[in-house]
């Protein structure tokens, strides 16, 4: 079930299923790869946009197609290294370690991964038929490459059997990087459709710079890559454990001195402090309620009297007819809701189909469509959760309350609580008697009570209040105060939860609308996506669609950036809207033209 609703939850609320799942389980895991939240949640999309079937896993053939990679043995060699678990699929985190480590390569690391590939028995050396097989592999070929093989290993050959080893091969690739030049192509294509060149050669200078050194020696293989990060995330602890450390040295002679004063003390008292401290805290610990504090013995009886008056009050409104009508209400709410979903499954689809010139209306009105099908989705969503909360409610202050209430009483700290509010309730009655009573204060004045004996109020108390009547009743009274106190926790507990309820619903609807908007546009825009159905302007422009400005007849040719924030059309090379300033959106970014 569980699954079930995170699947769903992130094939239509993506923006909020990574906000509130997937970006706390794996936020050191960025940190650490330099990535920001936008950074993260833009890799997230490109993953999502993948996942066609919605399973939290991709396969190779569409990793291929989204970079526009031509399939070649290296490509399969490079995939099966993102692939750490060897299944045949990237999961998020594989695809992410995968593009950031290749992405920041540089040209000596590219060198060492080829090297790796066919240093087999990791002896440190390849020979000519390596190096052949280097070329073939990288250049999708058959024939070989003689004239480069030899220019690598030197026309005249070599004393040792024609072997190079790790540092030579680098040293002939740092010489001329075109030998191994569709490695680099393959890390240029994957860079363009992530976050551009000029990204990752910072990031790259920042690999360099801060584990240049580790990188030389495992920086090629999987394990290598999951090290470093670990060696990283280490090194960014190295300050705050200085910090502690120098705390601790700077506290040593205050410790000192401290210790010199407490041995003034007397060990006894400290023992006593420390020991009524425990005791204090297996108090709290025992009983999870806080004990009523008991009020002015002049409000005890009224006390009493609201809360039975209460109790009566909440029966007659806990009504299980009501309750069964409300619940059946709720049945049909859930039945609208999931109408409400279908309907915009079917607006989504309606969006999506190739609306030419003749069928501006049609498209025009297929957008009026969508965004009344998700204003329709709000309205019921939140009918039902309304409705499903007054049911909580009800549940709450009645058969809810009363089931945790017999559970606590089992325990050793509700027979404590029980106790305790017993004889307050008995109190309650001790005192309501003596206060009361007119018959026993109007006699009580002519007899005088010999010392040390009681007077005749007081035996006339005490032999009411000895009866099982009074007993009773003082039970009954501490149950109703548990069973009030017991509501009341209910009730706070059951509206928490449904206000946080109430929070992520609507932060759902909110990425709801924005992935919506970024897709097809908002309920106002003014910019609709067509297509063409004449072959000859497909020819002539080299796309089937355009855009146009319902309004002015603006038209563009093939896809266009559009700022959802003020409907103004970015130019190819623009980083940030002309207009409003707004940047773009992981969409509108694989548009960008510029550097």
């Known amino acids: 079930m569980g699954s079930a609703q995170s699947a769903f939850k992130r094939l239509n609320f993506p923006e909020a299923y990574f906000e509130q799942e997937i970006f706390p389980a794996n936020k050191h895991l960025f940190s650490l790869l330099g990535f920001t939240y936008e950074d993260s949640l833009y890799m997230f999309w490109i993953f999502s946009e993948l996942d066609k079937f919605n399973s939290g896993q991709i396969d190779m053939e569409s990793v291929y197609k989204y970079f526009s990679i031509k399939q070649t043995n290296y490509t399969d060699r490079f995939f099966t290294f993102?692939?750490?678990?060897?299944?045949?699929?990237?999961?998020?985190?594989?695809?992410?370690?995968?593009?950031?480590?290749?992405?920041?390569?540089?040209?000596?690391?590219?060198?060492?991964?080829?090297?790796?590939?066919?240093?087999?028995?990791?002896?440190?050396?390849?020979?000519?038929?390596?190096?052949?097989?280097?070329?073939?592999?990288?250049?999708?070929?058959?024939?070989?490459?003689?004239?480069?093989?030899?220019?690598?290993?030197?026309?005249?050959?070599?004393?040792?059997?024609?072997?190079?080893?790790?540092?030579?091969?680098?040293?002939?690739?740092?010489?001329?990087?075109?030998?191994?030049?569709?490695a680099f192509d393959l890390q240029k294509q994957i860079r363009k459709k992530t976050f551009g060149i000029s990204y990752w050669e910072e990031q790259t200078r920042r690999r360099e710079e801060e584990f240049g050194r580790y990188d030389d020696k495992k920086g090629e293989t999987w394990g290598g890559v999951m090290e470093l990060l670990s060696r990283k995330r280490r090194e960014k602890k190295k300050p705050k454990i200085k910090q502690v450390e120098e705390t601790k040295e700077e506290n040593t002679e205050e410790q000192k001195q401290g210790e010199d004063e407490i041995s003034n003390f007397k060990g006894d008292e400290a023992k006593t402090t420390v020991e009524e401290e425990e005791e204090k805290k297996e108090e709290e610990e025992e009983d999870p309620f806080d004990l009523l504090k008991i009020p002015e013995e002049d409000e005890l009886y009224d006390l009493q009297k609201r809360c039975e008056a209460k109790i009566r009050q909440e029966k007659i409104a806990f009504n299980e007819d009501k309750l069964e009508a409300m619940q059946a209400k709720a049945e049909e709410e859930d039945e609208a809701e999931r109408q409400a979903y279908s309907r915009l499954d079917e607006a989504k689809k309606g969006m999506e189909n190739s609306y030419t010139l003749a069928d501006l209306d049609a498209r025009i009105e297929a957008r009026k469509e969508l965004w009344d099908a998700v204003d329709n989705l709000k309205k019921n969503s939140r009918e039902l959760a309304k409705l499903k909360e007054e049911i909580?409610?009800?549940?709450?202050?009645?058969?809810?309350?009363?089931?945790?209430?017999?559970?606590?009483?089992?325990?050793?700290?509700?027979?404590?609580?029980?106790?305790?509010?017993?004889?307050?309730?008995?109190?309650?009655?001790?005192?309501?008697?003596?206060?009361?009573?007119?018959?026993?204060q109007l006699f009580a004045g002519a007899f005088e009570a010999p010392e040390g004996k009681y007077t005749l109020n007081t035996k006339i108390?005490?032999?009411?209040?000895?009866?099982?009547?009074?007993?009773?009743?003082?039970?009954?009274?501490?149950?109703?105060?548990?069973?009030?106190?017991?509501?009341?926790?209910?009730?706070?507990?059951?509206?928490?939860?449904?206000?946080?309820?109430?929070?992520?619903?609507?932060?759902d609807f909110l990425s709801l609308t924005k992935m919506l908007v970024i897709e097809h546009g908002s309920r106002k825009t003014k910019w609709e996506k067509l297509y063409l159905d004449d072959p000859y302007r497909q020819q002539q422009y080299n796309t089937n669609i355009f855009y146009l400005h319902i309004e002015s007849r603006e038209m563009y040719y093939g896809e266009q950036a559009i700022c959802e924030r003020c409907d103004t059309r970015y130019l190819p090379e623009d980083v940030r809207c002309i207009t409003c300033q707004a940047p773009r959106n992981w969409k509108n970014k694989k548009l960008f033209k510029g550097n």
Request: cysteine-free.
């Open 82 to 182: 993102m692939d750490n678990d060897n299944n045949g699929k990237l999961d998020l985190k594989e695809f992410m370690i995968g593009i950031w480590n290749y992405s920041t390569y540089n040209t000596k690391l590219v060198a060492k991964i080829l090297f790796r590939f066919f240093d087999i028995d990791n002896v440190d050396r390849i020979d000519m038929a390596d190096v052949d097989a280097i070329l073939r592999m990288l250049y999708k070929t058959e024939d070989s490459d003689w004239d480069t093989i030899l220019s690598i290993f030197g026309h005249e050959g070599r004393d040792d059997g024609m072997y190079l080893n790790l540092d030579e091969w680098t040293s002939k690739v740092l010489e001329n990087p075109r030998i191994i030049q569709p």
């Open 392 to 440: 909580a409610l009800q549940l709450a202050r009645g058969p809810d309350a009363e089931n945790k209430m017999k559970s606590f009483l089992i325990s050793p700290a509700g027979q404590k609580k029980f106790d305790f509010e017993t004889m307050r309730h008995y109190g309650i009655q001790t005192h309501h008697f003596l206060n009361s009573n007119l018959v026993t």
């Open 461 to 507: 108390a005490y032999q009411y209040l000895a009866t099982a009547r009074a007993k009773d009743k003082a039970r009954r009274a501490a149950r109703l105060a548990l069973l009030e106190e017991f509501k009341e926790v209910e009730t706070a507990l059951t509206k928490k939860t449904w206000e946080d309820r109430a929070t992520i619903r609507e932060q």
